[in-house]
Nanobody
Framework: QVQLVESGGGLVQDGGSLRLSCAAS????????MGWYRQAPGKQRELVAV???????DYADSVKGRFTISRDNAKNAVYLQMNSLKPEDTAVYYC?????????WGQGTQVTVSS
């Protein structure tokens, strides 16, 4: 059974940094894409960043230049380094992995940026 466990969320001041981690277990084949999504209160879940197995990545315009996604294929882990955080980055952050044709989600970790 595939399980994703996120960590690293918390409360940070405007301009601060956080690093999110997501570790996947119960996986016996290569993970295709790994990504981070977020959902703010009253808003739809949105893509933040995605990274493919080969390392190519893409970002939402709102986080380009501030966030960096990376992965460790040997550990089945994905990370999100978030710098220059803004109050509008406040949300629950979820990791998602794609294996063959299936998507798996983590339980989410809260990120709160105070002004």
């Amino acid at each position: 059974q595939v399980q994703l466990v996120e960590s690293g969320g918390g409360l940070v001041q405007d301009g601060g940094s956080l690093r999110l981690s997501c570790a996947a277990s119960g996986i016996t084949i290569s993970i295709n894409a790994m990504g981070w999504y977020r959902q703010a209160p009253g808003k739809q879940r949105e893509l933040v960043a995605v990274i493919k197995h080969g390392g190519s990545s893409d970002y939402a315009d709102s986080v380009k230049g501030r966030f960096t996604i990376s992965r460790d294929n040997a550990k089945n882990a994905v990370y999100l380094q978030m710098n220059s955080l803004k109050p509008e980055d406040t949300a629950v952050y979820y990791c998602k992995v794609n294996i063959l044709f299936n998507d798996y989600w983590g339980q989410g970790t809260q990120v709160t940026v105070s002004s």
